[in-house]
Structures are given as structure tokens and as C-alpha cells.
């Protein structure tokens, strides 16, 4: 069942052209990789999805979404950051429970108690108390999942996730993502990690100037990609 | 509101307003260059050094007071030091004795802010601390610094508009006795006021477009306010 | 030429006095601008096209004139739109409009400083923009604020100076009317010159004080 169908998407920046009509389907459960080169239009696709960039033209549905109530979209769509964007002055509990205590109107108990399940569930049950400078990137991270989890989205969007993390704190982020993929939620992640591609993938798309070229599962995908441009790409990035 | 009256007035306030500019930019070629190397000096001693001491002391004073009374400080004081000094000269000493104290910190500031890196390279090749001073770190200051030097125009364009009070006919002294001659307060204080804004606004989209142009070398905050 | 003592502490009251006025001046100021100041920093960083306009022309011409001016408008324009104010009244008015606007510049760049990733969190979790300023945004703020609308404050005071041009009885005005009176110079210019250090010394180590309580 299809959640998500994007139409002929093009967006502009002054005189780059980010997105060049750009169709795009993911089903419901289904977790989608996004790769590509820097400029390929990746980040600018999914930040159209919860209308972060607004498109110059083409049509984004969402099953059961609203398209004109923006806040009533991007409460059931989640996002998360590459540069994690947690709020500084808050605690980890305070940062999960913020918006569904003023978005979805919990009292502060049950959003509390929202924000400690979540924090359990990514491996962070001691930390509630603490602000983002106490915590570490991949940790800080783990969180900024979960606050977006709060508010029990339908789709979630990853923006690059672990692109500003020390290497050694990829992995505790990845498993996250895995298991939240295993767990039925339909996601699309833009990212260079390959592995987690390979791994909790159903489908890799890969974008250059501003379109999707080459779209198929992992195996395909890496064993014998359909793209030249792809062929290259895995080369530089797999080869070193 | 008579246009044909205020282009009357917009042209008797020509001269005025040369002189406006005349206090402003003789002050800002002293203070500035005084200012700076001040600031740069400070910022190498330390604290306890009595030169110093004595900047500081300077600082302290032309922030913590308002200008007016540094301005009446060389009203008042001068003719009692036996320095007959005519009006032009106190106004421009206030102005200087004002705008360096605040570009010392602007010079200071900017000699801080470059990396610490450019001082460790140009010591590693050989170059003493002044040779590197002068060479390397002086140069990347003196770039972020045009902004805020920019600012201080604007800054001392304001700050001239107290003089009035020493009776020097520059801009805001000849408006106050044009209209208290005719009575036409607003017709006047609207010309006046346009004639400041042109030149005040116009300074400091020019120091932006500067600061923007050397944002790359990075730039320093605007320390643009209202009152002296 | 030696300090005369007696002149000193007998024109000290009056000085002191007159602190008084400068004191209620820059308060009364500083209220007015902190009430005028958030609507003008919000409607510029909320508020519709043709609103930010307004407000950002207001704020470039207030910016663009030298103090004496608007408060030579507020004292001697004003009265003939109807509006007729004491000096002392004039005084705040202008002192107060001026010192929101500057005061409207810290709170919007205070904002700004703090990244569009703030605010793409916030929209991305579902607020509105307006709730994302007020409720995300501004707090993380308010630390930022501060510190420089303190320093403001003491702009305020030095400003209040100026109004002795308008008869307001405050330190500048009453030294000046003393030293033309008696022809004492030095004693009572080193009164004002020390009043005028206290108050805006203290008014600096708040500041100092307050930037790093905030910083922790």
C-alpha cells in the first residue's frame, strides 16, 4: 500500500536547479536509502517531503495527510537532523516531551512518561535529567530520534544522521534506525553509510543532478548497478 | 509642512552640515589611528603594567560618562589651563578624546581575534613578537576593523550633534537657531533630520556592504549604539 | 590651582538631587523601551510583509538620527500634532523609543544567532512559526539578551545627559546652571564626571554579573 507518492518535484535556488522533476513512491513499512554526490538534490527531496523547502512545482501526497495544514503534516511526519538541532536549554525528557505536551496537549505527566519510554527504547534510560552539552554526538542523536518519535509519526525522514558524528558513535545510531526499521515504520534515510544500505534497506535510490537515476533493492543495487554514473559513484565510495 | 520653505532651510543648512562632517571625519583620522594602536598595544600587555593601567583608565572614564561631559571637560578646562583654544579645536579634542577610547577596545579586539595559529606560524619561522605583529597579525586585524571603523563615523556624525551645546554652529546648533528664529519646529527639525539619516544610513550600508566583502576574513560585531 | 573642598561638599547635594532625576528618567526610559521593544522586534520577525516594512523603516530612521534630535522633535514638533508634554515626559519618550529600538535589534539578532536549525526543529516537530519563536526560540534567547539590553541601560543613562537641553533637572543640567552660577569649574565637573561613573559602574558589574550567571 502506497503511503507516499511524489510527482514531477522541481525546486530551484536562484540558479541551481536542486531537484529537476523528481517521482518518487515509497510504500507503507517500507525503509528507503537515499544516496547520491554532494548537490545531488538529496537533503532538498526529503526537506520538500515535510515542507522545510517549499517545491516550485510538482505534488507530494501522503496518505491520510493534510498538504495544506503544514503543522498538521509535520506532526505525523518526523525528521531528523544532521546536525541534531536539539533545544540547548533543555533536558533530554524536556526535549522528547516538549512538543507532544504542546502540540498534542499531554499533560506533563504522560508526556514525561512518553519521553522515559522512548529513552529506553534507544538505550539511553539514565540520561533524562541531562542537557545536550552533557551528552555525546552519537547520544545527543539517539535523542533527537526519539523526540521525533514522540509524536508518533507515520513516515520518518533522516537527513543524513550520523554525517556529523565521530566514527565510533555511527554504529550505536545505525542499530536505532535498524530496529525502528524492523519494527514496521516507513522511513527514508539520505545517507553515505553503505552498510546500514545493505543491511535495513528494502529499496536504494541513487540521485545525481537533481533526479533519481538508479532505484533498485540492495542486492541489485551494489552486485550489478543499473546506472554508469552509480558504477562510479560505488567505486569512490566503496573503494577506499 | 511648506516645501518651497524647506528647500530654504535644506540649503542654509549646508554650511552647517560641512562643518558636521568636517568635525566628524578630522576627529575619526585622529582617533582612529590613535585608537587602534592603542588597542593593539593593550592588547599585549599585561594588565598590570601602568601604560596599561592608564588605557584602561581612559576607557573606563569615556564609556562610564556621558560625552557631554567630556565635552564640557574641554569646555571648562581649557580656557582655565591659560589654553585659549577656539571652539572647533575642543570640539574635535572631545571627539577624538571619546572616539579613541572606544576604538581601543574595537583595535584591542580585533588584534585578539586573529587565530592564535597566525601568531604561532609567523613565531616558528623566526620573526620576533613585534616583526610578527606588524607583518602579520596587524594586517588581518586592520581588515576587520574597517566595519566598525565605518560604524564610529556614524557614531561621531551623532556624537558632533552635542557640541551644539558649546554653542559651535555645526549641523544641529544652526537647525535649533533657524527654527527658534521662525518658530517652524517640525518643518526644520524634518529637514535636519533628513540631512543626518542621508549621511548616518548611508555610512552604514556602506560599512555593511565592506563587512560583507571581508566576512571571509571574518568580522566583528556591530558595536553601533545610541548614546556616548 | 588647588581642589576647593568646601566648594566641593556644598554643591554635592543638589548634584545628588539631581541623580535623582537622572536615576527616574532612565528607569521610566527603560520600561517604555522593554514594553515597546518585543512588539517590535516580533512584528518584524512575525508579523506580515507589509508590518515588518513599517517597523524595519521605523527602526532604520530612529537608528539613523543623532539622539538630540528626536528629542528635540518630541520637545519642540510634537506639541504642534497636539501633543504637549513636559521635558521631563518628553524626555522618557524619546530616551524610551530610542532605547526600544535598539533594544528591538538585540532581541532580533539574539534570535537569529541562534541558527536555523533551532527553528527547523521546532517547525519539523509540527509548531507553528509563531509558536516556534515564542516558545523554542525566545528562551533559548533570553540568555543572549540580557547582557547587552544591560549595557543598554547604561547607554540610557549617559543619554539622559542630553536632556539638559530640555530643562530636565537632571546631573548635567543642574551642574551646568552651577558652574555658570558660581564660575567653580573643576569641583563640580569631578562631581558629575564621579556620579555618573557610580551609577553606570554599577550598572556595568550587573552586566558583568549577569553574563555569567547566564553563561553557566
Not at chain 1, 206 to 219: K, L, T
Request: proline share 5%.
Amino acid at each position: 500500500m502506497t503511503l507516499l507518492t511524489a510527482r514531477h518535484l522541481v525546486k530551484r535556488f536562484g540558479g541551481f536547479t536542486a531537484l529537476d522533476g523528481v517521482d518518487l513512491d515509497l510504500g507503507r513499512g517500507e525503509r528507503l536509502v537515499i544516496c547520491g554526490p554532494s548537490g545531488s538534490g538529496k537533503s532538498t527531496l526529503i526537506r520538500c517531503i515535510n515542507r522545510l523547502e517549499e517545491p516550485d512545482s510538482g505534488t507530494i501526497t501522503i496518505a491520510g495527510l493534510p498538504s495544506t495544514d503544514l503543522q498538521a503534516l509535520r506532526r505525523r511526519v518526523g525528521m531528523v537532523f544532521q546536525q541534531f538541532n536539539l533545544f540547548p536549554n533543555l533536558t533530554a525528557r524536556e526535549n522528547i516531551a516538549i512538543a507532544p505536551r504542546k502540540l498534542l496537549g499531554l499533560s506533563r505527566a504522560e508526556a514525561d512518561a512518553r519521553a522515559e519510554a522512548l529513552l529506553d527504547r534507544v538505550q539511553l534510560a539514565g540520561h533524562a535529567d541531562k542537557l545536550p552539552s552533557g551528552l555525546s554526538g552519537g547520544q545527543q542523536q539517539r535523542v533527537a530520534i526519539a523526540r521525533a518519535l514522540a509524536m508518533e509519526p507515520v513516515l520518518m525522514l533522516f537527513d543524513e544522521p550520523t554525517s556529523a558524528l565521530d566514527p565510533e558513535m555511527i554504529r550505536e545510531v545505525l542499530d536505532v534506525m535498524v530496529e525502528l526499521g524492523q519494527g514496521g515504520m516507513s522511513m527514508i534515510v539520505v545517507t553515505h553509510e553503505m552498510g546500514f544500505a545493505r543491511r535495513a534497506a528494502d529499496r536504494i535510490g541513487f540521485m545525481d543532478q537533481g533526479r533519481i537515476v538508479a532505484m533498485a533493492p540492495p542486492q541489485q543495487f551494489f552486485d550489478t548497478p543499473p546506472h554508469p554514473r552509480l558504477v562510479r559513484f560505488l567505486d569512490n565510495i566503496l573503494g577506499h | 509642512m511648506d516645501p518651497v520653505f524647506m528647500a530654504q532651510v535644506l540649503v542654509r543648512l549646508f554650511p552647517p552640515l560641512g562643518l558636521t562632517m568636517l568635525l566628524s571625519v578630522t576627529a575619526l583620522a585622529i582617533a582612529t589611528p590613535l585608537g587602534l594602536a592603542l588597542g593593539a598595544w593593550r592588547a599585549e600587555l599585561s594588565d598590570r603594567h601602568p601604560a596599561a593601567r592608564l588605557i584602561d583608565a581612559w576607557v573606563f572614564f569615556v564609556r562610564g560618562t556621558p560625552i557631554l561631559i567630556q565635552i564640557f571637560a574641554f569646555y571648562f578646562i581649557l580656557p582655565k589651563l591659560g589654553l585659549q583654544t577656539p571652539l572647533f579645536g575642543m570640539g574635535v579634542g572631545a571627539l577624538v578624546l571619546n572616539s579613541a577610547g572606544y576604538q581601543i577596545e574595537i583595535g584591542r579586539a580585533a588584534v585578539q581575534s586573529v587565530a592564535k595559529g597566525q601568531w604561532e606560524a609567523a613565531l616558528a619561522l623566526g620573526f620576533d613578537r613585534r616583526a610578527s605583529l606588524r607583518q602579520f597579525i596587524l594586517p588581518q586585524a586592520a581588515r576587520r576593523m574597517v566595519g566598525p571603523v565605518m560604524n564610529e563615523l556614524s557614531q561621531l556624525i551623532k556624537a558632533s550633534s552635542v557640541l551644539s551645546v558649546i554653542t559651535l554652529f555645526e549641523l544641529h546648533k544652526a537647525a535649533e537657531a533657524i527654527s527658534s528664529a521662525n518658530l517652524r519646529f517640525s518643518e526644520v527639525i524634518v529637514v535636519e533630520g533628513f540631512l543626518y539619516f542621508v549621511f548616518i544610513f548611508g555610512i552604514s550600508l556602506i560599512a555593511k556592504v565592506f563587512e560583507r566583502r571581508l566576512s571571509s576574513a571574518g568580522g566583528l560585531a556591530d558595536a553601533g549604539s545610541f548614546a556616548r | 590651582m588647588s581642589f576647593d573642598w568646601a566648594a566641593f561638599f556644598e554643591y554635592l547635594p543638589r548634584l545628588i538631587r539631581a541623580s535623582g532625576v537622572t536615576l527616574q528618567v532612565s528607569v521610566l526610559s527603560l520600561v517604555l523601551a522593554c514594553l515597546l521593544a518585543p512588539a517590535l522586534a516580533l512584528s518584524r520577525l512575525l508579523g506580515p510583509a507589509p508590518l515588518r516594512t513599517t517597523v524595519q523603516a521605523f527602526v532604520e530612521v530612529i537608528r539613523g538620527l543623532p539622539p538630540l534630535v528626536i528629542i528635540a522633535f518630541c520637545y519642540f514638533a510634537l506639541p504642534k500634532l497636539g501633543v504637549v508634554l513636559s521635558g521631563f515626559w518628553c524626555g522618557v519618550l524619546a530616551l524610551g523609543v530610542v532605547g526600544a529600538v535598539y533594544a528591538a535589534e538585540i532581541i532580533r539578532s539574539a534570535i537569529e544567532s541562534l541558527g536555523k536549525g533551532q527553528l527547523e526543529a521546532a517547525l519539523a516537530l509540527g509548531f507553528a512559526r509563531w509558536r516556534a519563536v515564542l516558545e523554542i526560540l525566545l528562551p533559548q534567547a533570553l540568555r543572549r539578551i540580557l547582557p547587552p539590553l544591560t549595557n543598554e541601560f547604561a547607554n540610557l543613562i549617559k543619554a539622559s545627559s542630553l536632556l539638559s537641553v530640555i530643562s530636565v533637572h537632571e546631573i548635567s543640567q543642574v551642574g551646568q546652571s552651577l558652574i555658570f552660577e558660581t564660575f567653580v569649574v573643576i569641583e563640580i565637573l569631578v562631581q558629575m564626571a564621579i556620579l555618573y561613573l557610580i551609577i553606570i559602574g554599577t550598572v556595568t558589574l550587573i552586566s558583568r554579573r549577569l553574563e555569567k550567571g547566564l553563561s553557566a
